[in-house]
């Protein structure tokens, strides 16, 4: 590299990025007047932040320093002398891309200063993104919070108490909910969905859908309507368990404290065929007109907290759950155990109302399955089993409890003293294994299985069984594609580092919070919606921003137009470029990126 004709100097130094590093990229550059730089070290995204504030000192502009990542310059299998060969060839193009004259630099690769939009956009109202929206108004920037559920809250309002302090789930969460609906620097679109979004950080337009919800502000949730209403429809907060009526409200502490009309169970609006709510609602707060609403909305930042769903069911054939009614998940025993529940906390079996002296919980249905179900460990099952099993004991104390497991993962803190504790002080027994089925006879759930650690069979006759199943991502990765970021092969969002940069994600300005990047329980879901919030807000806080104006090309004399670029790109950043010839008619089809 020292023999190329426009290279002035070389710097050797094993570690490019320590203090003594930068130090002397810093002293070389000094008064040299230097038309670019090659920085041949590790990936350019770890250690752009040390070696820009040197560059820009030495007054050169983004596109005059490129980056050569010798981690992946050449194959790991050859020899220290082919690699270091390969190295330099790749080093020699980078340098020859940079052959451009020096009067065209300053002006075309100059940093761009863009103007902040200081509101941010969280998509999600649980607790995740609850906690960032917060987090943000209070710091006194704005917040549009988008629900697509007609209420705030989330899975965590619907859990009786939560691991391993045992606080009441809805006495910790509605506070914070209540200051969310009365926040004047947060506003609340439930019964919405964000469509799309565009631009970039610090200044992205969100395309935001507001669907009916039949109901006006001026509803003062005093359920006239629901006495008068006729139809009784499955009540999806309390998972099934109980009924609830067309028009409701999701729960008593909901917010907005406003009923909504459910018009896909009502017996019919266009054209009208019932009405009754509307002739009882003093209020007149009923308008059966209202239309689905788009909305575009102006934002600096984006978290997305789109939280989780369980998974479902359907093909668990093996353990009877839609066949016997006492076979429930773990969310409706938590429902089951809820003072607000539909048995106002006592706990029985759905099929005959009696309680059950035998339950059995089994873990991982569908989690760490590749074959069956998911791969990975879904995080919270193994503390919310040992909670259920604690708190069936405390509501049932001539109850037995007993929990099949694979293994026991009970990482945070206080957790393994809680997992002891249900085994110690609640004799709950803890068999090592997966049952094989679960067979109904004489009233009773027999559950088959083998206890792997003594090697012997085990077979149960329960009153009882609850499942605890795989947790899935909410939306199964389709908003990914509406935001224009990248998701996993399960549909979790992808982090942009695991390590350095774990809640932003690869398109600038967009951040992740909560069970939406990966499983986790609800402290490590507020954790990380705190630490979104605060990426956020170092972007909200500042008057400009500067952006890289470095895009990627095409070389167009290479492209076979296959486009499968533009199939994979999660960004929408390529497109098909037609090349004329020199009659102007289409002779071949490229791909391009465009401003996106």
Same mark, same amino acid.
């Given at each position: 590299?020292?023999?190329?004709?426009?290279?002035?100097?070389?710097?050797?130094?094993?570690?490019?990025?320590?203090?003594?590093?930068?130090?002397? @990229?810093?002293?070389?550059?000094?008064?040299?007047?230097?038309?670019?730089?090659?920085?041949?070290?590790?990936?350019?995204?770890?250690?752009?932040?040390?070696?820009?504030?040197?560059?820009?000192?030495?007054?050169?502009?983004?596109?005059?320093?490129?980056?050569?990542?010798?981690?992946?310059?050449?194959?790991?299998?050859?020899?220290?002398?082919?690699?270091?060969?390969?190295?330099?060839?790749?080093?020699?193009?980078?340098?020859?891309?940079?052959?451009?004259?020096?009067?065209?630099?300053?002006?075309?690769?100059?940093?761009?200063?863009?103007?902040?939009?200081?509101?941010?956009?969280?998509?999600?109202?649980? @607790?995740?993104?609850?906690?960032?929206?917060?987090?943000?108004?209070?710091?006194?920037?704005?917040?549009?919070?988008?629900?697509?559920?007609?209420?705030?809250?989330?899975?965590?309002?619907?859990?009786?108490?939560?691991?391993?302090?045992?606080?009441?789930?809805?006495?910790?969460?509605?506070?914070?909910?209540?200051?969310?609906?009365?926040?004047?620097?947060?506003?609340?679109?439930?019964?919405?969905?964000?469509?799309?979004?565009?631009?970039?950080?610090?200044?992205?337009?969100?395309?935001?859908?507001?669907?009916?919800?039949?109901?006006?502000?001026?509803?003062?949730?005093?359920?006239?309507?629901?006495?008068?209403?006729?139809?009784?429809?499955?009540?999806?907060?309390?998972?099934?368990?109980?009924?609830?009526?067309?028009?409701?409200?999701?729960?008593?502490?909901?917010?907005?404290?406003?009923?909504?009309?459910?018009?896909?169970?009502?017996?019919?609006?266009?054209?009208?065929?019932?009405?009754?709510?509307?002739?009882?609602?003093?209020?007149?707060?009923?308008?059966?007109?209202?239309?689905?609403?788009?909305?575009?909305?102006?934002?600096?930042?984006?978290?997305?907290? +789109?939280?989780?769903?369980?998974?479902?069911?359907?093909?668990?054939?093996?353990?009877?759950?839609?066949?016997?009614?006492?076979?429930?998940?773990?969310?409706?025993?938590?429902?089951?155990?809820?003072?607000?529940?539909? +048995?106002?906390?006592?706990?029985?079996?759905?099929?005959?109302?009696?309680?059950?002296?035998?339950?059995?919980? @089994?873990?991982?249905?569908?989690?760490?399955?590749?074959?069956?179900?998911?791969?990975?460990?879904?995080?919270?099952?193994?503390?919310? +089993?040992?909670?259920?099993?604690?708190?069936?004991?405390?509501?049932?104390?001539?109850?037995?409890?007993?929990?099949?497991?694979?293994?026991?993962?009970?990482?945070?803190?206080?957790?393994?003293?809680?997992?002891?504790?249900?085994?110690?002080?609640?004799?709950?027994?803890?068999?090592?294994?997966?049952?094989?089925?679960? @067979?109904?006879?004489?009233?009773?759930?027999?559950?088959?299985?083998?206890?792997?650690?003594?090697?012997?069979?085990?077979?149960?006759?329960?009153?009882?069984?609850?499942?605890?199943?795989?947790?899935?991502?909410?939306?199964?990765?389709?908003?990914?594609?509406?935001?224009?970021?990248?998701?996993?092969?399960?549909?979790?969002?992808?982090?942009?580092?695991?390590?350095?940069?774990?809640?932003?994600?690869?398109?600038?300005?967009?951040?992740?919070?909560?069970?939406?990047?990966?499983?986790?329980?609800?402290?490590?879901?507020?954790?990380?919606?705190?630490?979104?919030?605060?990426?956020?807000?170092?972007?909200?806080?500042?008057?400009?921003?500067?952006?890289?104006?470095?895009?990627?090309?095409?070389?167009?004399?290479?492209?076979?137009?296959?486009?499968?670029?533009?199939?994979?790109?999660?960004?929408?950043?390529?497109?098909?470029?037609?090349?004329?010839?020199?009659?102007?008619?289409?002779?071949?089809?490229?791909?391009?990126?465009?401003?996106?």
């Amino acid at each position: 590299l020292q023999e190329h004709p426009d290279v002035v100097d070389v710097i050797p130094h094993p570690h490019l990025c320590s203090e003594a590093g930068l130090a002397l @990229i810093e002293e070389s550059l000094a008064g040299k007047g230097l038309g670019a730089v090659l920085v041949a070290a590790c990936a350019h995204d770890l250690y752009d932040v040390a070696f820009r504030p040197i560059m820009k000192k030495a007054e050169l502009g983004p596109g005059q320093t490129v980056n050569l990542d010798l981690r992946v310059s050449s194959s790991r299998n050859e020899n220290v002398k082919a690699r270091t060969g390969h190295s330099v060839d790749r080093a020699l193009a980078l340098l020859d891309r940079l052959e451009l004259p020096s009067d065209e630099l300053g002006s075309a690769l100059e940093e761009a200063d863009d103007g902040v939009v200081r509101r941010a956009l969280v998509i999600g109202g649980g @607790i995740g993104g609850i906690q960032a929206a917060l987090d943000i108004a209070n710091s006194g920037h704005e917040v549009v919070l988008v629900e697509r559920q007609p209420s705030i809250g989330g899975h965590m309002i619907q859990l009786s108490e939560t691991f391993p302090s045992l606080d009441c789930s809805q006495c910790i969460l509605t506070p914070k909910m209540a200051e969310v609906g009365r926040h004047p620097k947060i506003r609340l679109l439930t019964t919405s969905e964000v469509t799309g979004l565009e631009g970039r950080l610090g200044r992205f337009t969100a395309k935001i859908e507001r669907k009916p919800r039949y109901v006006l502000d001026s509803c003062t949730a005093c359920g006239d309507c629901v006495d008068a209403c006729p139809v009784l429809v499955c009540d999806q907060f309390n998972t099934g368990l109980r009924w609830r009526k067309a028009i409701y409200q999701p729960f008593p502490q909901a917010v907005p404290s406003i009923f909504a009309l459910d018009d896909e169970h009502c017996l019919g609006l266009f054209p009208l065929a019932c009405g009754k709510c509307e002739q009882v609602c003093e209020p007149g707060s009923i308008d059966y007109d209202m239309q689905p609403v788009t909305e575009e909305i102006e934002v600096g930042a984006v978290v997305v907290a +789109t939280g989780y769903e369980m998974y479902s069911y359907g093909d668990v054939s093996e353990y009877g759950y839609g066949k016997y009614d006492d076979v429930i998940n773990g969310l409706q025993f938590e429902r089951l155990l809820s003072a607000s529940g539909p +048995t106002m906390g006592k706990v029985i079996r759905p099929s005959d109302g009696k309680e059950p002296k035998e339950v059995v919980f @089994i873990q991982c249905v569908r989690s760490r399955n590749p074959e069956r179900g998911k791969p990975y460990c879904s995080g919270i099952c193994c503390m919310y +089993t040992a909670k259920h099993a604690l708190l069936l004991r405390h509501k049932v104390p001539e109850s037995r409890a007993y929990i099949f497991y694979m293994d026991i993962r009970a990482g945070g803190k206080g957790y393994e003293e809680f997992v002891h504790r249900a085994m110690e002080e609640e004799r709950v027994m803890y068999i090592r294994g997966r049952p094989g089925q679960i @067979i109904e006879e004489d009233g009773k759930l027999k559950v088959l299985g083998v206890d792997t650690l003594s090697g012997r069979t085990v077979e149960i006759d329960a009153d009882m069984v609850v499942l605890a199943a795989a947790m899935e991502p909410a939306d199964h990765g389709e908003i990914a594609g509406k935001l224009r970021i990248a998701a996993d092969t399960d549909g979790f969002f992808k982090e942009a580092h695991p390590k350095l940069r774990p809640v932003e994600t690869l398109t600038a300005g967009i951040f992740l919070a909560g069970t939406a990047q990966a499983p986790k329980d609800i402290p490590d879901t507020v954790s990380q919606a705190s630490a979104a919030a605060s990426k956020g807000l170092e972007m909200l806080s500042r008057e400009f921003l500067e952006r890289d104006p470095s895009t990627a090309h095409v070389n167009e004399s290479a492209c076979a137009g296959c486009f499968e670029c533009l199939e994979v790109c999660p960004y929408g950043a390529i497109e098909r470029k037609e090349l004329l010839d020199a009659q102007g008619e289409v002779f071949r089809e490229v791909a391009a990126p465009n401003p996106a």
